[in-house]
């Protein structure tokens, strides 16, 4: 049995000096004065490992950008066990052979992982099929790669209608395509950095989520809305959630940090869709995340290359960016200057995802569960920079900022997979196989 000594654990909602013993896959006793092959973590805190609903490993045709085995690296590297992947693959994954060969790909992954399939006008008819090995579907109400496009409001609804005879979830990217074509042909001929957020305005993703509740409350669909970005929608949802419709909704490091104001200065490396909002749009963000109207935090890590990022027609360079590795550690540092609590922490990257995705057997530390953990040292301080980044894009947003707290030793499935710096061989687990 191997022992996690001298830490101070996160369970049952609060910090405990107490060991973790570890047989194989799972937790197999926590208590004091456990003995074993011991790891000595004195001084550190230990969590659960963190789940990532929302990124994008690419691979297929754009493997220069990410893989399964570098983007799984650098989630580990940044205290997550399980990643959730999203469909916007080239080609996307809209059908069932897509889906066999990204399984097939993912095995890369030294992190544990389930995978979503995309839903598109002709593909609604056959999900009993797809549901079993996948963690949800994924709904996209506005344009974007290749057969996603989903934009019939009827079809939409028909959507809500067949997931929910899967039992599992529907994600939602929250844009209304008829709002964006307005915006955007006003600003058509406008290339600078506040071109691309003026012609995916609020209300675009207002009018989007609007619907999307109403399908949930109809339907009676496992709703849940990905990268919500501002206050509109924010208010909605919570009105929602107060009459009694079931739904969860996200948010990312990207719309707590970064405004409109950042444009100017990081251009094409900090666009992305939504795109950066208002300063009220991130206050919003906060409060959302304190008082649990935002249930998780995720990443939509979406890497672009920098040679990608750095075109001159800011118009026409890719929207996303990185941030698998980097969510912990920004969160971490938000809890030491007490703009978060560890709970909190918890509570949307560990336990909610586990329960929104049924995870079973993960999110939260107890005997019998599997052994993903993440150890941190809250008092390490250190520079984001460019050159420590795992992600094979190569650089990060946050570049830079000094975060104090910070991940350093990741477990997966019971095996140490990142220790101070490095990281060693493991294969992940599909979670939905």
Request: hydrophobic content about 35%.
């Amino acid at each position: 049995m191997k022992v996690l000594k001298n830490a101070a654990v996160f369970i049952d909602n609060t910090l405990k000096k107490i060991d973790i013993g570890i047989e194989g896959e799972k937790i197999s006793k926590i208590g004091k004065n456990l003995h074993g092959d011991e790891i000595d973590c004195t001084g550190l805190i230990i969590l659960p490992g963190a789940i990532d609903i929302h990124v994008h490993f690419r691979d297929f045709k754009e493997s220069h950008k990410e893989d399964w085995f570098t983007g799984s690296r650098a989630a580990a590297k940044g205290g997550t066990t399980t990643v959730l992947d999203m469909v916007n693959n080239n080609p996307p994954i809209t059908t069932y052979e897509r889906l066999m060969k990204k399984k097939k790909l993912a095995k890369k992954s030294i992190v544990n992982y389930g995978l979503y399939f995309g839903l598109g006008p002709k593909n609604l008819d056959n999900l009993e099929k797809i549901a079993p090995h996948v963690c949800g579907f994924k709904l996209h109400m506005c344009r974007t790669t290749g057969d996603l496009l989903l934009t019939d409001p009827r079809l939409q609804k028909k959507s809500f209608e067949a997931v929910k005879k899967t039992g599992k979830p529907i994600v939602i990217h929250a844009e209304d395509q008829k709002t964006l074509d307005t915006a955007e042909n006003i600003h058509k001929e406008i290339c600078d950095y506040l071109a691309h957020a003026d012609s995916r305005p609020r209300l675009a993703e207002s009018r989007a989520v609007t619907y999307a509740i109403a399908c949930a409350k109809e339907t009676g669909a496992k709703t849940h809305l990905t990268h919500i970005s501002t206050t509109l929608a924010l208010t909605q949802i919570r009105k929602a959630k107060n009459a009694g419709i079931y739904l969860t909704c996200d948010t990312t490091p990207t719309y707590m940090y970064f405004t409109r104001d950042n444009l100017e200065k990081m251009g094409a490396f900090c666009k992305m869709n939504p795109p950066v909002r208002t300063k009220e749009d991130l206050d919003s963000i906060w409060e959302s995340i304190k008082y649990n109207i935002i249930d998780i935090i995720s990443t939509d890590h979406a890497p672009h290359t920098i040679k990608e990022k750095e075109t001159n027609n800011f118009k026409t360079a890719p929207a996303g960016i990185p941030g698998v590795e980097m969510r912990l550690p920004l969160l971490l540092d938000a809890v030491n200057k007490n703009l978060l609590t560890l709970e909190t922490l918890v509570n949307t990257c560990c336990t909610n995802p586990a329960k929104r995705f049924n995870l079973k057997g993960r999110g939260e530390i107890k005997e019998g569960n599997y052994a993903d953990l993440v150890a941190i040292n809250m008092n390490q301080k250190k520079e984001v920079r460019r050159e420590d980044q795992i992600t094979k894009c190569g650089w990060s947003p946050y570049e830079g900022m000094i975060l104090k707290g910070w991940p350093v030793m990741t477990f997966v499935n019971g095996n140490l997979v990142y220790n101070l710096g490095r990281l060693y061989y493991n294969q992940g687990q599909d979670l939905f196989e």
